[in-house]
């Protein structure tokens, strides 16, 4: 079936800049429609954030605000959790080498998300926006972060999941580089990225890719500031934007 672009202003940006977004409505193979993971498709506030709440703790000796967190992943360039990590407690006067904060919040981490980490995502919406377009993951995550947490339910959903250091010499987000892969790798014309943080937008913006802004960690502002050129309450109200 051939596809009509239709103009979506569905909780449409003001502050974004750019032309308004415009999402093929009928099925085109060369359209993808990818998706960030963490805060976008799976609610991680009691796995990866619960873990640099208690990273920072012990290594400060004082607690952590989530809207410290917030605040720190507003400014953006703080995609990676671990990252985070450091720069919180050097905000705070404290330092630790990069490679054993990952190795100790990673372990946290593993011990936490499988009975902390809950689907933001219906399955069959998803089932049905992949009829039409080909769907794809970049996240932020590692393999062995994501594997064994959500590898055997969402595999199957997607194309391809995109994890950090999948692709040797890429750069994670907000570096374009491994959305510019999925739209090489496949051949792809065009396409949205779906994502919760100012790197996911910026990434977009800088691979030429329209924007959806999800609001479970960010306020809408934000987002829009960012890029977004819609924003959403829930990935779930993509329903609305591919008029399904």
Known sequence: ?????????????SDSSGPALVVPQGSDAKYAVIFDLDGTLVDTSKSFDETIKQMVQKYSGAPLL??????????????????TTSELLRRRGFSEPLSKIVQEATELYLQLAPSNEFALFDDQLLSEISERHPLFIVTGRTRPEYNPIWGERLDPLFKRVYCLHDVPGK???????????VMEDFNLKSGLYVGNAVDDMWAARDANLSRIGITSTLPAAALSAAGAQIVLKSVNELRQVFSL
Do not use: C, H, T
Not at 66 to 83: K, Y
């Open 1 to 13: 079936m051939s596809s009509d672009n239709i103009d979506v202003d569905i909780n449409s940006s």
């Open 171 to 181: 750069a994670p987000k907000p570096s374009p580089d491994y959305l510019l892969q």
């Open 66 to 83: 989530d809207q410290e967190i917030a605040d720190l992943r507003q400014e953006g360039g703080f995609n990676d959790d671990w990252v």
